[in-house]
């Protein structure tokens, strides 16, 4: 799937790095949490999110992710978009709730990449 796929899917706006919307990604999380994100998510290419912060683009760029979806009508500020830019992260921004994006997403065959058992 692609991102510019993901977009039309979530009915999002592109708010960093439209260049890269043809980039294909095979995975997904969905977190308000990075140190979740830090701790248990592997080779996702997605992250959807309702935090909105700059620490969002660095655990994204940290863990090598190509877009970052803002839920809930969340916008992202100057800065942070900015910082998006810079890392060459698309930045996508949805009125749709993280379970619902999250759910269009699995239904049209985005998956998680298995990480293994949580204890």
């Given at each position: 799937?692609?991102?510019?796929?993901?977009?039309?899917?979530?009915?999002?706006?592109?708010?960093?790095?439209?260049?890269?919307?043809?980039?294909?990604?095979h995975s997904?999380?969905g977190?308000?949490?990075?140190s979740?994100?830090?701790?248990?998510?592997?080779?996702?290419?997605?992250?959807?999110?309702?935090?909105?912060?700059?620490?969002?683009?660095?655990?994204?760029e940290?863990?090598?992710?190509?877009?970052?979806?803002?839920?809930?009508?969340?916008?992202?500020?100057?800065?942070?978009?900015?910082l998006?830019?810079?890392?060459?992260?698309?930045v996508?921004?949805?009125?749709?709730?993280?379970?619902?994006?999250?759910?269009?997403?699995?239904?049209?065959?985005?998956?998680?990449?298995?990480?293994g058992?949580?204890?």
């Open positions: 799937m692609t991102i510019r796929e993901i977009m039309e899917l979530l009915d999002a706006k592109v708010l960093a790095c439209e260049e890269s919307l043809d980039h294909d990604v997904a999380c977190s308000d949490m990075m979740d994100v830090l701790a248990y998510v592997k080779d996702q290419a997605v992250l959807l999110t309702g935090l909105v912060n700059s620490q969002v683009v660095r655990t994204a940290m863990m090598d992710m190509r877009c970052i979806v803002f839920v809930r009508s969340k916008q992202p500020t100057p800065e942070i978009l900015e998006a830019q810079e890392s060459g992260i698309v996508l921004a949805t009125s749709k709730r993280m379970y619902e994006a999250c759910g269009k997403l699995y239904s049209s065959g985005l998956k998680p990449e298995a990480v058992d949580v204890q």
